[in-house]
């Protein structure tokens, strides 16, 4: 079936070091994805989003990249800090009628003082 | 900035018993939608609602789930006997219109619900 997932589980960096979270989605009928940031027993929170006839945005210190033509997306974390400790989920949105979106497993991202 | 708000933060209950979950949406948004996340899995999609119906539903919302919107501000999820499965956060969520250029789907802190 469709679905949105996720290469890595876990990504350890450095603090100060960029980060890259990796996601691939397999519906190529999809036109909008959104980057959301989980902390520890709260909710997503929105980073940034793409539709798909672009293959960059950027936002402060994030930047998402989009490749169509292997179904790739990522999340790019300039001069990643402590802050930025926490789960990332990839999400497709199927608009339509109901705007549902359909998350990818996540990615741990742990930032080392 | 404007939030989704959710009660209770924590519930613990027995199972059989039935608990409704409350959400507060931003007040000039007109869909609304719950999720749930079971302990260290991806957030699953439940139900959308607009114009105080359902509009999409997936298939973990059976009939022992319902959604209603009772008095124009708040959301709330009913589960009606609740099962050890049930256990999971549960996000409310919302966005002001369907198209999802620039109308970003706003999250709640989750209702943690624990079924014994």
């Known amino acids: 079936g469709e679905s949105v997932g996720l290469h890595l589980p876990t990504l350890s960096v450095q603090e100060g070091d960029n980060s890259i979270i990796n996601c691939a989605y397999s519906?190529?009928?999809?036109?909008?994805f959104i980057w959301y940031k989980q902390e520890s027993g709260k909710g997503p929170q929105f980073i940034i989003d793409?539709?798909?006839?672009?293959d960059k945005r950027q936002g402060q210190r994030v930047t998402v990249l989009l490749n169509k033509t292997v179904k790739h997306l990522s999340l790019q974390i300039a001069a990643t800090q402590p802050g930025d400790s926490a789960v990332y989920f990839c999400a497709e949105n199927q608009g339509g009628a109901t705007n549902k979106l359909i998350f990818g497993t996540g990615t741990l991202l742990a930032v080392q003082p | 900035e404007p939030e989704v708000t959710q009660t209770p933060s924590h519930q613990v209950t027995q199972m059989g018993q039935e608990v409704i979950l409350r959400c507060v949406p931003i007040s000039n948004h007109l869909y609304f939608y719950w999720y749930r996340q079971i302990l260290g899995q991806k957030v699953e999609f439940l139900v959308s609602f607009y114009n105080n119906e359902i509009s999409e539903k997936s298939e973990i919302f059976d009939d022992q789930f319902s959604v209603e919107r009772p008095d124009g501000s708040n959301f709330t999820l009913k589960i009606r006997s609740t099962k050890l499965e049930d256990s999971a956060m549960y996000f409310c969520a919302s966005t002001r219109q369907a198209d999802p250029s620039g109308n970003t789907i706003y999250f709640g802190e989750g209702s943690w619900l624990t079924v014994v």
């Open positions: 519906n190529s009928a999809s036109d909008y």
């Open positions: 793409i539709r798909s006839n672009m």
